[in-house]
């Protein structure tokens, strides 16, 4: 198994970091519904706020999966 494509989603990360949506969104300087919606795939982040998803996180801005899904 090729371990380098492994993508992570926004809301592994959050927990990954023990943070509840309310949490990270505050962090953030976002609302929480923008939040669930990035987390849900509903609405792509913008590059800043995907930059700042990484930072908060401390991952790879790489490895997170920001696909929108139906």
């Known amino acids: 198994m090729d371990v380098s494509n492994l993508k992570w989603t926004l809301a592994a ?3 990954n970091k ?3 949506q309310e949490e990270a969104a505050e962090k953030l300087h976002m609302s929480p519904a ?4 990035h987390e849900r795939g509903k ?3 913008s590059y800043v706020q995907l930059l700042a998803y ?3 996180y401390e991952v ?3 490895i ?4 929108t899904r139906d």
Do not use: F, K, S
């Open 13 to 15: 990360c959050r927990v």
């Open 18 to 20: 023990n943070l509840t």
């Open 34 to 37: 923008t939040l669930t919606n």
């Open 43 to 45: 609405v792509n982040p």
């Open 54 to 56: 990484a930072n908060l």
């Open 60 to 62: 790879p801005v790489e």
């Open 64 to 67: 997170i999966d920001v696909e």
